[in-house]
């Protein structure tokens, strides 16, 4: 059983265009992330939320608009995509806010912006 | 700022050996600390957590201290295998004033050689 999976595993798009990047979890949690990882390996918070409720919204470009339609889904739209969003994004869930709960990260999606 | 320095360069042991890893980090002062292991082309893998009032905590093969004083964690996989072979990255509560996030290391690479 896939606990938090995310679509597509790749995604190659030209510069300019729009994308969304989809994320579910199965495990019953009440928070959801969105995470970036650069070519430094450094993995940087950029969203949370909280049973449909957006906790935590880092200095992120509003060219990326998350969106939460339940509690088992989180999704991310990037908006006129530049070369500079290449990344892997990860999604992730835990069953509460903080840092006290354990996060459970999806396999990524690799986005490469040409 | 807040700062989480792990050792950037890979750590080589032999098979067997204990590997110990290290996470330092200034101006921060945690009340939680998370060890997660990234394997390439997937997402990070939660292992440990230890809260500050906590000095040590022990997983199987796996050993993880947090001392508040020296600012530091150190992450021990006793008898090491090939299979332990990996990144692990450390991550630690934002300030107290902040909102509910983790903020990660960029990791340490640990190469066990059978």
């Known amino acids: 059983d896939t606990a938090v999976s995310q679509t597509p595993k790749y995604l190659v798009t030209q510069m300019g265009n729009d994308k969304s990047i989809k994320c579910e979890q199965n495990l019953g949690h009440d928070t959801m992330y969105w995470y970036k990882q650069d070519s430094k390996k450094f993995l940087k918070i950029m969203f949370s939320?909280?049973?449909?409720?957006?906790?935590i919204n880092e200095t992120v470009p509003n060219r990326f608009s998350p969106k939460s339609p339940d509690k088992a889904h989180l999704n991310l739209h990037i908006n006129s995509l530049e070369l500079g969003d290449s990344a892997v994004y990860f999604c992730?869930?835990?069953?509460?806010?903080?840092?006290?709960?354990?996060?459970?990260f999806g396999p990524g999606t690799r986005l490469t912006v040409t | 700022s807040q700062k989480i320095e792990q050792n950037s360069e890979a750590l080589n042991i032999q098979e067997g050996k204990t590997a110990t890893l290290t996470c330092n980090y200034t101006n921060y002062s945690p009340a939680y600390l998370q060890w997660y292991r990234q394997d390439p082309g997937r997402g990070p893998v939660f292992l440990l957590l230890?809260?500050?009032?906590?000095k040590e905590k022990r997983k199987e093969r796996l050993k993880v201290t947090f001392d508040t004083t020296l600012k530091q964690s150190l992450f021990h996989i006793t008898a090491s295998q090939p299979a332990d072979s990996a990144t692990y990255l450390c991550a630690l509560d934002a300030p107290r004033d902040s909102s509910y996030k983790l903020i990660f290391g960029s990791g340490t690479r640990l190469l066990v050689r059978p």
């Open positions: 939320y909280n049973n449909k409720e957006l906790i």
């Open positions: 230890i809260r500050e009032n906590e």
């Open positions: 992730a869930s835990s069953t509460g806010q903080g840092a006290s709960y354990e996060q459970y």
